[in-house]
């Protein structure tokens, strides 16, 4: 070989080499795992404490669990039951929705906002109207006309009562 050639051989070698080492590098193993608060996680590194329950993924496949829907309803439960009860939620389905379809809930009665309301009680009712017409609310910021069969529309009291203070 001349001295030409005997250097692209040279980078042909090198560059297959470096080409070999990068191509290593996204070879890590990755696993899943489930902490103590029910939240999934997924990491080269596994803590000491999930080692034995951590499971190896194969990122060629996607991993399938053996009932999704039931880890889904038992967070959904668990996260639910932190919270006060809000007006206007149902509860969670035991199980999907292969039941006929519910009933439409029926609106509560209205607790009307006078002159004599007081701001605490003010705020509590326009938050849980708030919270009822939350679900019904579109992306461009309008509300499906059916939440108004759901839900009591109460105005904000901030005319009156000022921003809303803890």
Known sequence: MQGGDMRI???F????VVLGLVSGVGATDIYRWVDENGRTHLSDVVPERYRDTAIRVDSRS???TPDPQREARDWAAREASR???AVGRSPLPAEPA???ALAPAVKRPAQTVTAKTDCATWWRLYRES???FGPFRLVGGG???EAFEHCNEIPGPESRCGPYRH
Do not use: M, S, V
């Not at 070698?13 to 297959?16: D, E, F, S, T, V």
């Open 13 to 16: 070698i090198w560059g297959a």
């Open 62 to 64: 996607p991993e399938r």
């Open 143 to 145: 509300i499906k006309p």
């Open 83 to 85: 919270l006060p009860p």
């Open 9 to 11: 051989a040279k980078r």
């Open 98 to 100: 292969t039941a006929p």
């Open 130 to 132: 708030q919270d009822c």
